[in-house]
């Protein structure tokens, strides 16, 4: 750790991680509106208290328990020694700390042990910990998917056995979907599942890219795995899930003899280092189906918007991160003096530093925004009073999904970005730490659909829904906002960007709508990004309204009104520039033949 | 190189690199205008056809002998055994050939076994250098800084003794000026040097981040060293420039005497593993004075536009080799079908994937008018007819120089993250290459000053020349070719959108000479980058000018033109979102208190 000749303490604030309990509560209450939400009966055993005192023990965990593993994971990585993948030292103590706090079971159903909170409370938990660990943090959350999917869908003996032990993370899941030849195509996979006599299946296959596919840090780990059986229908309509446990059960639940699933190699990645990427061979292995044949598609469907919120909340996670970082950093690194002063100034005080962490903040702020709106919409589709809320809360959930796993990924990886250059040379070596939020966050805007294939969703299923109202009725909020703080004194300037703004993406949507498919697909990503920065300048200047309206002299509060004006003077206005590339078409995107891309001597 | 489980063979194009010697001529003839500098006396011995000859065999050199170092330095990295760095197995060779084909001493000066051909010529063996292995080509780049110190400042004794070796790389040189205090403040440096009784100086201090500080490559290792006398002014004017030989010279000129300098320790770094960064520390070694005392700084500075525009071409050379890398996988990866198309397609069919490539290859191609344009600046500024051209060049030059360093690497950067996300999941796995490109730019916006020192001097310094003229004549300059493409009937869309472009960037600029200082500084960064955007889009529409004039149905030209309309129509109407954050001043950066950036419970 120590870096010869210089004087900075690396064990200072900077390797720290302070959860921002505070900007957490704000967005709970300003954006995602928690208060309504538990005043559902299923939440009857939840209040404003008891969310606020345990936010505070989390953060207390989290910082103190799971954030120092963060570099040592990196540093020493997951290893597959004779067939099973080691987890770093560290992991072993602290996982089980976890598990006994029962961090990982907040949003479990109770019926299975879960605590039952909303998600919406559960987002902040994990915003905690992927924060604290990104690599780490993936495993329960690869076991909240799984937990997901066999709530749903598994056969009452199937949950039964196992999911009060996923639920308490006394085993863990997986997801297993990809093939060499499956990747953003998961209808060309090829693993098969042939039926036994007794109602069990025969895996037969090769995956790859599975996160947490093996560890040694529980007594089971449970696959869900995507497969066709062999009389099954070409392409997505003929894909069945399959749960195949490492170890199968004894008579009595517990793991007993081994399954046939080989673990053949890990890969050797850019970060994530401490999370195991593994190849897995699937030999004649014991799978139970879950719910039908030829479903399998269908089902991982409906918890796909999860996913992909919680890959977009890891977007958030390691921006929070990166940027506490940068802050401690440049609060503490002197160099060069202010005009008129005498001493050397620590670099925050010098414009273009001050610039960077601005944009730092103000991104990570908007992001939390719009994650956490996007959860609660998660929760309201469920717990919402009326049919017609829970329908609307379906929608908005449908729309914000692919714009929150996109926009908080990309700007994830640009925040982390900014913290290496805040760092200047420092930023470089690994030992300063700022590489390591660099390199894990660029994971992010891969996997679990990669952004372009989120852009193809947003622009060819999410905008034609309902003719176009979901998406209008979103822009229309804004455009209310906007017109409100534009008749204010305090925030009329944060109002009139918005406006524009609005203004430029309405007129972009509408070419979309009505736009070829071709032309559509060309504009999709830049459409993402627009949708993305107007969507983040909106919970941002949502907060400022808020901060206003409780006392603006309160410095946190004002602190959070000048963040949205940062954000609207200087990030708002980019949208006017994304137009162009939004509606220039396929020909232009086409322009040049295929020849003469790449390498021409 | 394996992977598991994936058709991909990754001994496939690839993992090749193919220099663009086509566009390098086109961009040397239409931007650079090659054609008019070797008109020079100095050139007599240069014509076109030796040029074209000898970037053809170059390119033979650095794609078959230089290229397939990369990978293996990467992930050899250099190692330091009993105070001796020691290099990847595959560099010596290699090296040795590179030496013998004279390909580093093509710009020395004749009187010393240089080739003399202009650096017009020389940046595009630089580029392919680079492309072929970033790390490896810092050795001779930094080499070329030492070898304009001494060849401007060095005593004729100095120069007899060293600037052969270092012209034919019989020895190479090394720029020690960073310290662990004074790293963008290079006044605060602290190194001491001693007078000695014979002329000489006693040099103690420890430099930290010197590239290629040592190595097994060549006899002997000549540091250029940044010191103060015992007497000197504080800051940068007491600051002297010391020759410091690793090895001291015995009196026939061959090294003797080990010289006492300490090579402490390597950086364990992001990027670039394959180039030490070494932390040296002088111990009363032995060094000769450059020049006059105390012009250390204002000798550094006549070779600062050098090296930064060679940074500024790392940022060109890495874009283009992970541009080349992710078009070759996208045309051999299949997955998916197009509409209608029944069997699965390269991904480069897919509009998504194919908007990212022609991003990449847009950037690229504009990166390398803005590198030649400078470059040829660089040259005019000795060798033009008359004192007005020379003058203008000079000017030119200082102008672009902050936009070259800092434009071209950001995009450099951008460029290698899509080609990370154009290879999707296996972008994120380091056997795939893509990692490699993203990690090894990371460095390139941070040294040789951070981009953020660029844009202050950009603003602070360039704009202001000659009361502005200097940037308005280069702005009227892209005016004139807007406004004579927007008469034509082939590209008057890109006349029409560089029009507009240019139209704002006026706007920013006047703002920003008439602004407070403060203003100015906060809005530095963002008018860099449009100011860059700009200068890309204008190379791009005078090669489709040049293009069109040739003749438009030959293919290649056809797809230069293709090229200049994607940018015009995607990127360069960025340039509108710009102006918000130039103008936004400095009262909105510094709207929230220092105490609430950062980690805030």
Not at 390 to 417: E, Q
């Amino acid at each position: 750790m120590a870096v010869i000749g210089l004087t900075v303490n690396y064990s200072s604030p900077m390797a720290s991680y302070t959860p921002p309990v505070r900007d957490m509560i704000f967005t709970l209450d300003t954006i995602a509106g928690i208060g309504s939400i538990i005043e559902a009966p299923e939440f009857d055993h939840v209040d404003a208290d008891m969310i606020e005192g345990a936010l505070d023990e989390a953060a207390r965990f989290f910082s103190e328990v799971f954030a120092p593993t963060n570099e040592i994971g990196d540093e020493e990585g997951a290893t597959l020694v004779d067939g099973q993948v080691i987890t770093p030292e560290a992991f072993k103590p602290v996982w089980n700390k976890l598990v006994d706090a029962g961090w990982t079971a907040v949003t479990g159903s109770p019926e299975y042990g879960g605590h039952g909170f909303p998600k919406t409370f559960g987002i902040a938990i994990s915003e905690m910990m992927t924060s604290a660990n990104l690599a780490f943090s993936l495993n329960p959350m690869l076991t909240g998917s799984g937990i997901t999917l066999l709530t749903r869908h598994g056969s009452d003996e199937l949950r039964d056995l196992y999911l009060s032990k996923l639920i308490s993370s006394e085993w863990t899941g997986t997801m297993v979907l990809t093939e060499p030849e499956a990747g953003s195509d998961v209808g060309a996979l090829r693993t098969r599942a042939d039926r036994n006599d007794d109602g069990t299946y025969r895996i037969n296959g090769t995956k790859i890219f599975i996160t947490w596919g093996d560890h040694d840090l529980t007594d089971n780990v449970i696959h869900m795995v995507l497969a066709r059986t062999p009389d099954a229908p070409v392409g997505t309509k003929g894909i069945s899930l399959f749960l195949v446990p490492k170890y199968l059960l004894d008579a009595d639940g517990t793991p007993g003899e081994r399954n046939t699933v080989e673990i053949v190699s890990l890969e050797h990645k850019l970060g994530i280092h401490a999370s195991p990427t593994c190849v897995l061979s699937f030999e004649d292995s014991t799978g139970y189906l879950i719910g039908e044949e030829n479903q399998g598609m269908r089902y991982m469907f409906t918890m796909m918007n999860q996913a992909r919120l919680e890959v977009g909340l890891e977007g958030l996670s390691v921006a929070e991160r990166a940027y506490q970082h940068a802050s401690a950093y440049a609060k503490e690194r002197t160099q060069g003096r202010m005009m008129g002063g005498s001493k050397p100034a620590p670099i925050i005080e010098h414009p273009d530093v001050r610039r960077m962490l601005m944009t730092m903040k103000a991104y990570t702020e908007a992001m939390r925004g719009l994650v956490y709106d996007a959860v609660a919409a998660d929760d309201r589709m469920h717990c919402a009073a009326t049919q017609e809320e829970r329908d609307a809360a379906r929608d908005r959930l449908a729309l914000l999904t692919p714009i929150t796993k996109s926009w908080c990924t990309d700007h994830g990886v640009d925040v982390a970005s900014i913290g290496v250059q805040v760092f200047g040379g420092m930023g470089f070596i690994e030992d300063s730490g700022a590489p390591q939020f660099y390199r894990d966050a660029r994971i992010t805007p891969i996997y679990e659909g990669t952004n372009g294939i989120q852009a193809l969703d947003l622009v060819m299923r999410k905008l034609p829904m309902h003719g176009g109202d979901v998406i209008n009725g979103y822009l229309d909020e804004i455009d209310s906002l906007a017109a409100k703080l534009a008749d204010t004194d305090d925030l009329n300037d944060i109002g009139r960007a918005l406006s524009s703004a609005v203004a430029t993406v309405r007129e972009a949507t509408r070419f979309l709508l009505g736009s070829s498919p071709s032309d559509a697909m060309a504009g999709a990503t830049p459409y993402q990004e627009m949708l993305g920065t107007l969507a983040g300048g909106y919970y941002l200047a949502r907060q400022a309204a808020a901060a206003v309206e409780r006392a603006i002299d309160v410095p946190w509060l004002a602190a959070k009104v000048g963040t949205a004006r940062f954000y609207a003077a200087t990030v708002l206005p980019l949208i006017n520039g994304m137009a162009g590339a939004v509606t220039s078409g396929s020909d232009t995107t086409f322009a040049v033949s295929e020849e003469y891309i790449g390498a021409v001597r």
